[in-house]
């Protein structure tokens, strides 16, 4: 156990509606991430961050916005969710690589 | 831009037979290379990876890798399946930037690994 905790684990929501997913960790590790996964896509990079209040895009960052005001928690918000933001969201830690994932948060919007 | 080819969506083995997971990259620059392994209901954990030096990489649970530069190729291997090998397999690569490249990693579309009995 890498110490990543995601929450909540599952969340259905509306269209339009703002939500947000949290990433704990307590390995102390510089490097988080946001990832979604989606079938016949893999892994696709949201948000990094390589540092408090350090992050940057990823290739699929559009209608997504992080937050890392401290080492261990790294938060991602939907503004205004869509069908299309439907997916499993995975959190990961690293020293420079995604070493650690979560276990995910399954998110369904209607 | 870089890119990751996973051969094969779905891969059945029997126990005991060897496993040969294919994965092909396209990068600019010397890659970073990784493999990992996702059970049901779960997260990605790491298998192995190449970053630079010795062209064979070992791995947990008896995994092995090779970076074949001629080929473009990180192909996973096991000498021998065992059941609880039943998992998908994702390739992934980033590029080799001084040493970081913050974790921008490309994936495959990942593999599904099904042993038989």
């Known amino acids: 156990d890498a110490g990543i905790t995601q929450s909540p684990r599952h969340k259905v929501t509306e269209t339009g509606t703002p939500v947000t997913l949290r990433c704990h960790q307590t390995?102390?590790?510089?490097?988080m991430y946001w990832y979604r996964q989606d079938p016949g896509h893999g892994l696709r990079l949201i948000h990094y961050s390589y540092g408090v209040k350090d992050t940057d895009k990823g290739e699929v960052s559009d209608g997504y916005s992080v937050s890392r005001s401290k080492t261990e928690d790294f938060l991602l918000t939907l503004e205004s969710a869509t069908s299309s933001q439907t997916s499993v969201y995975f959190c990961?830690?690293?020293?420079?690589?995604?070493?650690?994932f979560g276990n995910g948060t399954r998110l369904t919007v209607t | 831009a870089q890119s990751v080819t996973q051969l094969g969506s779905h891969v059945s083995v029997s126990e005991g037979a060897l496993v040969l997971l294919r994965c092909n990259y396209s990068?600019?620059?010397?890659?970073?290379l990784f493999w990992y392994v996702q059970y049901p209901n779960q997260g990605l954990q790491l298998l192995l990876k190449?970053?630079?030096?010795?062209?064979l990489v070992k791995g947990i649970n008896g995994f092995e890798a090779e970076f074949k530069k001629s080929e473009t190729s990180f192909h996973l291997t096991k000498p021998s399946a065992h059941m609880s090998d039943a998992a998908e397999y994702f390739c992934a690569v980033s590029e080799n930037a001084g040493g970081t490249s913050y974790g921008k990693l490309t994936f495959g579309q990942g593999t599904i690994l099904t042993v038989h009995p």
């Open positions: 190449y970053t630079t030096g010795a062209t």
């Open positions: 990068s600019s620059v010397p890659p970073y």
């Open positions: 390995e102390n590790h510089r490097y």
């Open positions: 990961a830690t690293g020293l420079g690589s995604p070493l650690h």
